[in-house]
């Protein structure tokens, strides 16, 4: 071996233990450190995708299971660990969260056979799969509820029904602007969400098991978690007997039962659960949950942060502390699961007009906190919504609206009014051309998220304030590494000393950090940095 070539291979050397001990790479936009890996459901950054938009494999303009499987290089160079599919199931609605068979798949999305080859190809690219699930509410057209019609059959306890002159509760209540108790005959069934969707009895324990046997059932193919829809509604006092008063309680009691039973076939399983309420109620929920969403995170603090140009007092940080410290009170080992917002919210980019070095920074504030974040198909495109709920699940850009030639994959099942929004949101195959892009900076900062141990789903997140309100700061730490992060949300550079002990070259930047060569670094506005020790 000559000399130059010791001397690199000792560089080489240098440089990948240090990368050990640090346990981050160096921001790179060809880094990509999703593929060759086992899945581990609990790390990582998911991808929530509604198949019907994402990917069209037969050319009937609805996007399907095969779809996906054709895409998932796509998803695994952006770094996603894990797949969220919204509700794949038979069902009268186009979102599916009425469910006529929880057992079976939705024809228009493939078939089962399609499913279990999407699933064995996630699984060869080490991208964990996991599934939405309504276990408030089936479709009134499911043969459960059709069953229990009949006050004779045994799946009439499956569901909230009452007799008429049932004087424990008001058949007059209302919710959402709709009646809560619908007739049939001389009985009434709850249905919280519309007539559509009756609410189950999760107090009867056939139906508990039966649960359990559909979660079974999709494990066993190796889906590797749920998200459950609903899951702070199942025990709302509204559907309840007059006099009960331990909604938190029952919920907490039921939810803890069910992910048991999910960690006795999978130890390493994670779900995660919708509890669209305040802290306190979410922190409560984590009493039977291991992981609720971060409600409030995305459209509201880093949002208002963003819009105002000021951290104020490193607010963000320490709103999730305080979070943090009143979930661990119910369960310690709480994930949490932040994002900026999610299919039934108006998409950020709308919010912030498009604005990308905007929305490069909302992707920080929320991608470089502990837990496992969850990215909505498209928001690393920019793509906007209004606030009808069709608007916010329209087709994925893989080519601008507009295109005069569009891909065959490219989804159409939406309607021109409810695409409107995206008429000027650039599609895919240019922002792949544009480093500056969201699209790559999306990739950068999701590949660099992987590679930095400190961004485990159970570090810990210390806010560190520096007296300056254009920043929002944090250490976040593990046992393994930590790291330094800090956002300058105004229009003006901002002017930094770092905290003792940590590298002075920002090891992720969106924009060129300056070192002062004084101990001080200057921060461009709409910067995200990172550093570490």
């Known amino acids: 071996m000559n000399t130059h070539i010791k001397k690199s291979f000792s560089i080489f050397l240098i440089l990948a233990f240090l990368a050990g001990i640090t346990g981050c790479s160096k921001d790179t936009a060809a880094t990509n450190s999703s593929s060759s890996a086992l899945c581990d459901p609990q790390s990582g950054v998911y991808y929530s995708l509604f198949v019907r938009s994402f990917a069209d494999s037969d050319g009937d303009g ?80 499911n043969k459960w509820f059709l069953a229990s019609k009949n006050p004779d059959d045994p799946h009439r306890d499956w569901y909230h029904w009452i007799d008429a002159n049932d004087t424990r509760y008001s058949l007059n209540t209302k919710v959402w602007g709709h009646n809560l108790w619908n007739k049939v005959g001389n009985s009434y069934y709850a249905g919280e969400f519309f007539d559509g969707m009756p609410d189950f009895n999760l107090d009867s324990l056939e139906l508990r098991e039966e649960l359990k046997n559909v979660l079974a059932f999709w494990m066993d193919k190796g889906v590797t978690g749920f998200r459950f829809d609903a899951a702070g509604h199942i025990y709302d006092k509204i559907k309840m007997p007059a006099g009960f008063d331990e909604s938190n309680k029952a919920s907490a009691e039921f939810w803890k039962e069910i992910i048991d039973f999910t960690k006795s076939k999978n130890a390493r399983t994670y779900s995660v659960a919708e509890v669209w309420d305040t802290t306190s109620i979410r922190a ?32 963000l940080a320490h709103i999730i502390e305080n979070d943090f410290a009143a979930y661990k009170k119910y369960n310690a080992d709480f994930i949490d699961a932040p994002f900026l917002t999610n299919h039934d919210q108006a998409r950020l980019a709308g919010n912030l007009k498009g604005n990308v070095e905007e929305l490069k920074l909302a992707a920080g504030m929320y991608l ?131 905290p003792e002990g940590f590298a002075e070259t920002a090891v992720f930047q969106t924009n060129q950090v300056k070192n002062n060569k004084d101990g001080t670094f200057t921060i461009p506005s709409l910067t995200t940095a990172v550093f570490i020790q």
């Open 62 to 141: 609805i996007g399907d299971f095969n779809g996906i499987t054709q895409h998932l290089d796509y998803l695994s160079d952006l770094g996603i660990k894990g797949l969220w599919l919204l509700p794949i199931y038979p069902s009268p609605s186009y979102h599916g969260y009425d469910v006529d068979d929880y057992y079976d798949v939705n024809p228009q999305y493939g078939t089962m056979q399609d499913f279990e080859n999407l699933l064995a190809a996630c699984k060869a690219k080490g991208i964990c799969v996991m599934l939405d699930i309504t276990f408030n509410h089936s479709s009134s057209t």
């Open 284 to 315: 409560q929920a984590l009493a039977g949950l291991d992981s609720v969403f971060h409600f409030d995170l995305g459209d509201n603090y880093i949002l208002n942060s963003i819009k105002t140009k000021s951290a104020g007092n490193n607010n």
């Open 368 to 498: 470089l906190t502990p837990g496992i974040p969850f990215v909505y198909y498209g928001e690393e495109l920019g793509m906007m919504s209004g606030t009808k709920d069709e608007t916010k699940r329209t087709p994925f850009l893989w080519v601008q609206m507009d295109a005069k030639k569009k891909p065959s994959y490219m989804t159409s099942w939406a309607s021109d009014a409810d695409c409107i929004y995206n008429k000027k949101t650039i599609g895919l195959d240019v922002q792949k051309k544009n480093k500056d892009s969201l699209y790559n900076y999306y990739r950068r900062i999701i590949n660099f998220r992987n590679s930095c141990k400190a961004f485990a789903a159970n570090s810990e997140l210390l806010p560190l304030d520096t007296g300056n309100s254009a920043l929002s700061s944090w250490i976040i730490k593990n046992e393994d590494s930590q790291a330094f992060v800090i956002h300058n949300v105004s229009d003006a550079a901002a002017t930094i000393k770092l």
